[in-house]
């Protein structure tokens, strides 16, 4: 069975981690392949460097060096050069890199700069890692995700995205989220060639509109996925009405989206979804969403650990199945 899963950072990670668990567990390890395709629209140049901060959360949490706790970057980490840099004035001081992480970016940049597209420095950086899954990039090309801010600061209208999440915290309302370069990028090496070989196709409780929406946003992804003629399964990352972390209540109030599971249902759509899996606590949504033309099935979707990750994807995985039986009755 071939698995492909659209990813961004923290939620894609978790899910994923429950996912090869559960395809273990199964003993499907052998005969299952996941490949996962990356948001990189977060990415960011700092100190000269190429920070791809979805991918890495990915192969780190995989891979075993993630920070438990925070969600993101290395454990047992270090700030020796963040401090020196802060002594020669040189910032931004709002976005935290470690030592250890910083190693990881050096050599993603120089690869970069030797010539290697993204997608092989990816492959490269995951032979140290080896997460179990082959992770690839959406796109080789430059794309950034921006967001439009209510109360511009400095006379600028607009901020990165990491800016907009990690220095300002989400806390001025967002106008539009914009990804620059998208529509000019192309799918990365190996992109369409899985999404048109998959067996099933899932979206995990990651940010429908800065992660998910912005893969989806790179031309021919979407249209591959609808026209793969395969199951595509999605969990929803919204939780009685409000995102389990992060701010994808902001954003999705951005696209003129409704922060709950059923309006994040509908947004996809049912011509990229379905089936879909809300939480318990919003099983009363269940007959929307399948008024929507998606089917609907409420189970647990907190990720508190590895355990409850892998029911999730049990569940996914079940759910995708049921599609298929339908589509061949
Ligand atoms: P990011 O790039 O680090 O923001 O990570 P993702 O885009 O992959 O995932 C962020 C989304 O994951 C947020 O909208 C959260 O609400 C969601 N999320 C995080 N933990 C959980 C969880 O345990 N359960 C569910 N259902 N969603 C979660
Ligand atoms: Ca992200």
């Not at 020196?84 to 700069?113: K, N």
Request: one cysteine or more; aromatic letters at 6%; glycine letters at 12%.
């Amino acid at each position: 069975m071939r698995i492909v899963v659209l990813a961004g950072g923290i939620g894609g990670a978790r899910f994923l981690r429950g996912l090869k668990a559960a395809v273990a567990d199964a003993d499907d390890a052998g005969t299952t392949d996941i490949t996962v395709i990356g948001n990189t629209g977060d990415d960011i140049h700092l100190f000269g460097l190429k920070v791809c901060p979805d991918l890495d959360t990915v192969m780190y949490t995989l891979g075993g060096g993630i920070h438990e706790e925070q969600g993101w970057g290395r454990a047992d980490e270090t700030f020796a050069v963040k401090t020196e840099l802060a002594a020669y004035g040189v910032g931004p001081e709002w976005f935290g890199l470690g030592d250890r992480d910083f190693a990881t970016h050096i050599v993603r940049t120089q690869m970069l700069g030797a010539g290697y597209p993204l997608s092989a420095v990816t492959e490269a950086l995951c032979a140290r890692w080896q997460p179990g899954v082959r992770l690839i990039p959406m796109t080789d090309d430059r794309v950034e995700t921006h967001v439009v801010v209510d109360t511009p600061e400095d006379g600028r209208k607009a901020v990165h995205f990491q800016e907009y999440w990690v220095r300002l915290h989400a806390s001025v309302p967002a106008q539009a989220i914009l990804p620059v370069g998208a529509e000019q990028s192309k799918p990365a090496p190996g992109v369409l060639e899985a999404i048109a070989g998959a067996d099933v196709i899932l979206f995990p409780p990651s940010n429908p509109v800065v992660s998910i929406g912005t893969i989806l946003a790179v031309p021919g992804i979407r249209e591959a996925i609808a026209e793969a003629g395969v199951p595509v399964v999605g969990l929803s990352p919204i939780v009685g009405d409000a995102p389990v972390r992060g701010m994808a209540d902001k954003v999705l109030a951005a696209v003129g989206v409704e922060s709950t599971a059923a309006a994040v249902a509908e947004h996809y759509g049912s011509g990229l979804l379905d089936g879909w899996l809300v939480d318990t606590v919003d099983a009363g949504l269940s007959e929307a969403v399948e008024a929507a033309g998606i089917r609907c099935r409420a189970v647990p979707l907190m990720m508190t650990d590895v355990h409850a990750a892998a029911r999730m994807a049990r569940e996914a995985l079940t759910l995708a199945e049921e599609v298929r039986g339908e589509a061949r009755a």
